[in-house]
């Protein structure tokens, strides 16, 4: 049977002409490879000629911080993060930039981080610890925490993440290189890639999704989301925008916030954090539809006046969200179109479609993860480990990410589910939806 269908793949491959391969293969070529390799490939080159004619204004930016030592306020808002908290003020107490305030914010956890907390507070490692004895939710969390800062600048952190010794010095000299900057995001590399083969698969995606399509987006302009693990912000612009809203989405919430007052957001690849990732397909499952409902609710539904032309206007800020949209959302319908295409008109060649889909995904993956070494900061592990999953990767961003995408989509748009996740205190979620937050 293998021998009949390589026998009819073979001749299916010599019957081809260009025309055909475009007929049959319009969505990866026009949609995924145009896209995601030779418009990012050649983006990533303007960067790296950036960076090189840029540098006698990054040292400047970097000993103009050094000189100011301007006093930086972390906080640390979460739940039942007691077990990470050792961890993480070790590292934070080791960073090269030392002026630094630290503050933890309790958020109505029922395991011992309370007592570490005090404990830490109490030993001198941390200067605040915060205790609200009642559940309000991240956003809560990190709005307590930011009335008690003093700082030129605020990092929002992780308690689950660790971050390199230069991290904290890494991402604030953006702002010394642009005054108009007002949010910086870091570089968040999976630490638990040797788990299994979901964290493995999400190793990757990190490198070469995430982190390289970050740089692209901040060179263009376009860098649409902080993430919450490592982000930092100017304390008068986090002022400006009266702080968090209620998420899930709030990462990509408040940098838009923050774009839409005509702030530049940028992405800082040498500022590191690693961070551990679902390690099962349950628990990845549950992320990304938590993530992916953030596209709905704050891109499609509260920030939809971006789309529209008004005084406010900028068409930065139009392009990132139509681009987002774009391949996010409407494309992401557009490959069952392709689908439905090739079953209608080509029922015959399916199985060779298929094939020769998957194949020309793998190469392109194989040659991005190769080709990307050139610019990504580091990984945290050798380049050989992951070769092996390559192969997997067509199968997790063409088939499994995209079904959990259309499934969060459509759960948000039709019925707000967003509003009902259990990620958020349920009394949080009903104010949101009733201010349209």
């Known amino acids: 049977m293998f021998d009949d269908i390589l026998d009819n793949y073979l001749r299916f491959l010599e019957s081809l002409t260009v025309e055909h391969f475009i007929r049959l293969f319009w969505f990866y070529i026009f949609f995924e490879f145009l896209r995601y390799f030779i418009l990012e490939f050649a983006v990533l080159n303007l960067w790296k000629l950036s960076k090189f004619f840029n540098r006698g204004k990054y040292e400047k930016a970097k000993k103009d911080f050094w000189f100011e030592y301007p006093l930086i306020s972390i906080i640390i808002p979460g739940k039942n993060e007691g077990k990470h908290l050792y961890k993480l003020i070790r590292s934070l107490n080791e960073q090269t930039y030392r002026n630094l305030e ?96 979901v964290t493995s698969l999400q190793a990757i995606e990190y490198y070469d999704t995430i982190s390289i399509g970050r740089v692209v987006t901040s060179y263009l302009g376009i860098y649409r989301i902080i993430s919450g693990a490592f982000g930092a912000f100017r304390a008068d612009a986090l002022e400006q925008v009266k702080g968090w809203d209620i998420g899930p989405g709030l990462d990509g919430d408040i940098t838009v916030k923050l774009r839409k007052l005509g702030y530049k957001i940028k992405f800082e690849q040498e500022a590191v954090c690693l961070t551990s990732v679902p390690n099962t397909v349950k628990k990845l499952t549950k992320q990304r539809l938590r993530w992916d ?93 992951f070769l092996i999953y390559i192969p997997c990767m067509v199968f997790y961003f063409g088939y499994y990410l995209r079904v959990v995408r259309t499934i969060a989509y459509i759960q948000e748009f039709f019925f707000k589910r967003s509003y009902k996740d259990p990620w958020n205190p349920e009394k949080t979620s009903v104010h949101a939806q009733r201010m349209k937050l």
């Open 102 to 197: 630290i503050i933890v914010v309790d958020d109505g956890s029922d395991d011992d981080t309370e007592i570490i907390g005090r404990d830490l507070e109490k030993a001198g490692l941390i200067d605040h610890f915060i205790r609200n004895e009642v559940r309000g939710g991240k956003a809560s969390g990190a709005n307590t925490a930011l009335r008690f800062t003093k700082g030129k600048y605020i990092v929002h952190l992780d308690a689950d993440c660790s971050y390199d010794r230069d991290a904290m010095e890494k991402i604030i000299i953006p702002f010394y290189m642009d005054k108009d900057v007002a949010g910086v995001g870091g570089n968040v590399m999976v630490r638990n890639y040797k788990e299994s083969l």
């Open 293 to 385: 409902k953030s596209l709905i609710r704050f891109r499609v539904r509260k920030h939809k006046d971006v789309l529209i032309p008004n005084q406010a206007f900028s068409f930065l800020n139009f392009f990132a969200f139509l681009e987002n949209i774009t391949y996010n959302l409407i494309l992401n319908f557009k490959w069952y179109i392709y689908l439905i295409d090739m079953m209608a008109n080509y029922p015959s060649q399916l199985i060779n479609i298929i094939i020769t889909n998957i194949l020309l995904y793998t190469f392109t993956n194989f040659m991005k993860f190769v080709v990307y070494s050139l610019y990504r900061a580091r990984t945290n592990a050798s380049y050989t480990y």
